[in-house]
């Protein structure tokens, strides 16, 4: 009998979790967080945190098993309403389930190319290309020079 | 690596040791600083990457805790409701700082005569002017003159472009006729002396990638060192030494592989900043100094001074292009800044106008506050704040008390074994009552602007960059550690120069007064050299 991977580094849970904490935009310019493969990533970042990572890991696993109860796939199979509703039953007792993930999983994602065009911004770093930013209100720099200390 | 004997040693290569060494250098003195931290490469910087804003809360925090890095001490803050912030390199917290560069007004110099509360120092806003000039020019300083909050000043640059978000909250003030000005800010609006003018980046407080920003690591170093002065990176300074007449002797420091080294000097001269410079005073016991150096006022580490923040945020329907431009560095108003005595605080506080969050900072500040769910109304919610959303923080006069304190922790250390600060610091009522007046107003001027909505966050506690008053100044020798020269009451060839020394905090960022005093002090040392160990 093969084991069971363990819930956070199980791609194929983690990609149905991940879709239903950032799932793709109505408009479809934004992909859900699982579409992006983040899961190694926040997965990996949660191992390394000894505050949030264990009650976290203990939220996921605890999801995973609800979700497998209810639907042979877990919640890969699921409805994203469906597996909405296991994790909001869960979050009484894992409190932290969900913060604990967006605080890796937000800036993975925040910082991927194709959410950054998806929020209308370049996808590249600031530097070296720099932004044009809109000059100081002459209007408002009139008054000012008219109140200055001689 | 020579440990010949020098004429000066700074311990401490950001704001005020650059400052102090570039000046002190006409002396003729061999002059050497050393640093615990490495030299810094802008290729380095979290800019040059999509991982930007991550970095800044991992390798780049200005949490000394957080970073972890072979150059940072840890520092024990269990008690204290604000966590001090700091970053150890040569440019020391220079290289992630924002900028935003107001000197303290006259009356900052005089509270106990203006407010009788505190005390005043031993120097006066007039004394520090020429070396106020003199530092903006070193650093590049961006400003818009006439200021009527401050004595005429011309800064060298013109100002930096408030942008749409600052040209939003600038109209809230004006509506309701309150005092607002361009920021003085430590970043080139305009190429000067080799450096490029800002383009804009954004994340100032990672470091400057372009070099727009002024950190000592590209400001004065340079310059310094082909003056003649030295500076070895990498290397940690244990304790200060002291000859058998109490002079100090020099210092005993690890080097960059760990070796613990000897450097003599006749002068000794600590920037190492609020926190640092107490550690380290109070690790120099000796038979004659059992309280720690410099110590027989039982001040050092007393009088910590912060400026506690309060951070007060609002929401706008248009998008404010907010996230663009250096952070920090917008507009401030010192509307508040006076005593009045109608209010349940004496002193005040100054605003200042900051720009937007990049989008991972929207995404975690927006889930913190409730405002950004996750799952179905996740993309719709982060719209609505990313990009539309500017702030104001409230910066409030700490007064100096006693009971705030720089330690030493009984048990905790550094990776050589030297004793880590341990901070005590508890928000005074008065504090408290400042901080929640600024939120009111805070909220009046936003909403004058077009806010429809304000998020508070009533204390900041990642919010320590401020670190004072640890080695106040005065001309008491029972109560305070060095006179207005900066020099040790008590050990006539030792000097402080950074914001330890300061009586009161002001209520404005202090670097640009922690270096206009430390170009003072070494003036003050070049001028008066042949009598400067005669009693006073």
């Known amino acids: 009998m093969m084991d069971t991977p363990a819930a956070l580094n199980d791609l194929d849970f983690m990609k149905a979790l991940l879709d239903l904490v950032i799932p793709p935009s109505a408009s479809g310019d934004l992909p859900g967080a699982g579409a992006l493969g983040l899961s190694p990533a926040v997965a990996e970042a949660l191992q390394a945190d000894p505050l949030l990572g264990p009650p976290v890991e203990v939220g996921v696993q605890a999801v995973q098993e609800a979700a497998l109860s209810q639907h042979a796939e877990g919640l890969a199979g699921m409805t994203p309403e469906a597996g909405a509703k296991v994790v909001e039953a869960l979050l009484a007792t894992h409190p932290l389930l969900i913060v604990g993930i967006l605080r890796y999983l937000s800036p993975a994602y925040y910082q991927h190319a194709r959410v950054l065009e998806g929020i209308g911004e370049p996808p590249r770093p600031p530097f070296p290309e720099g932004f044009d930013i809109e000059a100081t209100d002459a209007e408002l720099l009139e008054k000012l020079r008219a109140r200055r200390r001689a | ?536």
């Open chain 2, 1 to 536: 690596m020579s440990n010949e004997p020098v004429g000066v040693l700074v311990i401490g290569a950001g704001a005020s040791g650059a400052a102090f060494a570039w000046s002190i250098a006409d002396a003729g003195m061999s002059v050497l600083c050393l640093d615990q931290g490495p030299w810094m490469k802008q290729r380095d910087y979290p800019s040059n990457g999509l991982d930007w804003e991550e970095r800044g809360m991992g390798d780049f925090s200005t949490s000394p805790n957080v970073r972890g890095l072979p150059a940072d001490y840890p520092v024990n803050e269990e008690d204290s409701d604000i966590s001090p912030l700091m970053f150890n390199a040569v440019g020391g917290s220079t290289i992630l700082w924002a900028a935003h560069f107001p000197r303290l007004t006259p009356k900052d110099f005089r509270m106990k005569s203006e407010d009788g509360v505190g005390e005043d120092w031993p120097i006066d806003y007039e004394t520090l002017e020429p070396y106020f000039a003199l530092n903006d020019r070193m650093m590049g300083v961006s400003g818009l003159e006439g200021d009527p909050a401050y004595p005429y000043h011309e800064p060298p640059l013109p100002p930096l472009p408030l942008g749409k978000s600052g040209n939003t909250l600038a109209s809230g003030f004006e509506k309701l006729g309150w005092h607002w000005w361009p920021s003085d800010s430590a970043i080139l609006s305009q190429e000067y002396e080799g450096r490029e003018a800002c383009i804009n980046l954004g994340p100032c407080i990672t470091g400057c990638a372009h070099g727009a920003k002024a950190s000592t690591d590209i400001t004065y170093w340079p310059v310094a060192q082909r003056k003649g002065v030295r500076v070895r990176a990498n290397c940690r300074v244990r304790e200060i030494t002291v000859r058998e007449d109490g002079m100090a002797d020099g210092v005993l420091y690890y080097d960059e592989v760990g070796r613990l080294q000897e450097q003599k000097a006749e002068i000794v001269v600590l920037a190492c900043n609020g926190i640092g410079t107490p550690r380290l005073l109070l690790n120099s016991k000796s038979k004659r100094h059992p309280d720690g150096l410099a110590n027989s006022s039982g001040r050092v580490g007393k009088n910590l001074m912060f400026h506690p923040y309060a951070m007060i945020t609002g929401i706008f329907e248009e998008p404010l292009q907010s996230r663009r431009g250096p952070m920090g560095c917008s507009f401030w108003s010192h509307e508040f800044y006076q005593t009045d005595r109608s209010r349940e605080f004496v002193r005040g506080y100054s605003f200042e106008a900051i720009r937007g969050l990049g989008p991972v900072q929207t995404a975690l500040w927006g889930m913190i506050h409730g405002l950004i769910p996750w799952g179905e109304d996740h993309h719709r919610s982060f719209a609505r704040l990313y990009d539309h959303t500017a702030t104001l923080l409230g910066i409030a006069e700490d007064l100096p008390e006693e009971t705030n304190t720089v330690t030493l922790d009984a048990e905790l250390t550094d990776a050589h074994g030297i004793p880590a600060p341990k901070v005590t610091y508890r928000l005074s009522e008065n504090s408290r009552n400042m901080l929640a007046h600024a939120v009111e107003r805070a909220k009046e001027a936003l909403t004058a602007a077009g806010a429809v909505e304000t998020v508070v966050d009533p204390l900041m506690r990642a919010a320590g960059w401020h670190l004072m008053g640890t080695a106040r100044m005065g001309r008491n020798s029972t109560t305070s550690v060095v006179n207005e020269r900066g020099q040790a009451h008590d050990v006539k060839n030792l000097f402080v120069v950074d914001g330890s020394v300061f009586v009161s905090a002001g209520a404005v960022n202090p670097t640009s007064t922690i270096q206009a005093f430390a170009l003072y002090v070494a003036d003050s040392i070049k001028k008066n050299i042949e009598t400067l160990f005669d009693d006073a």
